[in-house]
């Protein structure tokens, strides 16, 4: 899988999370993902008002991907590790860092 196009999936993502658009954002979620997005999403700023990506690194078959949530005054990171399903990069964990 190449990182270049997880890294523009991974940004729409940041950018649907931002925007509320939690169908389009869910839309990268496998199973597994799924399940731990609620408690995660409960982890971001209110309101999230910008994402940036902060780093991309290949984990064998999987990538990882550091999304940087902001608030007014807050802000989280979160690792998504990325695996290609079905042809496409989708977001197999999620896990908040700080």
Known sequence: MDETSVREHAQQHGQAVVARDFDRAGSDLTGDAETQAPHVMRQLPRPTISSEIVGVEPRG??????????????????????????????????????
């Open 61 to 98: 078959e999987d990538v990882m991907c550091l999304i940087r949530y902001s608030g007014q005054e807050d802000a989280k990171t979160v690792a998504s590790t990325w695996r290609e399903v079905d042809g496409t990069p989708r977001i197999v964990e999620l896990t908040v860092l700080d």
